[in-house]
């Protein structure tokens, strides 16, 4: 997995890439996400579109940075999860746990509305 970050009006767009498996990854993950706090950047979209597949750990990787944002008083949403990524968020029931949109600027412009 690999991801790339941007920022876009108010919010960090987070690019995953690739498969989500945790491990050394989220170590990375949560540094970047601690770097946004500090910059007071606390709206954050993950952009699934490139995501391939997805395990347990990569679940709890999203779940453990939703936490971290919501915790410093921001949020995390989900964009352009495949309908692979998406079925999964069904199966696990966290569907009803991330804000999920199907574009990315509509995940954005979501921020605008809080």
Known sequence: ???NVSERYNCAIIEFKGNVMGGPDAV???EKLHELI???NTNVVFNLSKVKFMNSSGLGMMIGALTTMRKAGGDLRIANATDKIESLLIITKLITVFKHYKSLD???DS???N
């Open 106 to 108: 509509e995940a954005v």
């Open 38 to 40: 500090e910059k007071n």
């Open 1 to 3: 997995m690999s991801f």
């Open 28 to 30: 990375s993950l949560n």
């Open 111 to 113: 921020f605008k509305e």
